[in-house]
């Protein structure tokens, strides 16, 4: 069965910078577009970064700019880079597959706080 698990998350002022890791168990991700989705208190949880099997990158546009995400399919691993991040990125986040018609079971996610 597949696991995620990520981390790196925690308390961070704004204009800060923080790295996301996530890391995934039970299957090989390079054929997979994949992504890192967060969830503020009282939203839906969003795709923020995806980076597709060949390493192409997108983002949506309150992130563009400030967040990069990578991955190694060798070490099944991904990453989020946060830089100049605002009051408003505090959520959970995640990392998934981005896939019409499934998604790998969610981990517990990583908390980022931004503070003023």
């Known amino acids: 069965q597949v696991q995620l698990v990520e981390s790196g998350g925690g308390l961070v002022q704004a204009g800060g910078s923080l790295t996301l890791s996530c890391v995934v168990s039970g299957s090989i991700i390079s054929p997979y577009d994949m992504g890192w989705y967060r969830q503020a208190p009282g939203n839906v949880r969003k795709l923020v970064a995806f980076?597709?099997?060949?390493?192409?990158?997108s983002y949506d546009d309150s992130v563009k700019g400030r967040f990069a995400i990578s991955r190694d399919n060798d070490k099944k691993m991904m990453y989020l880079q946060m830089n100049s991040v605002k009051l408003e990125d505090t959520a959970i986040y995640y990392c998934n597959v981005v896939a019409a018609r499934f998604a790998w079971p969610w981990g517990q996610g990583t908390q980022v706080t931004v503070s003023s």
């Open positions: 980076i597709n099997s060949t390493g192409s990158s």
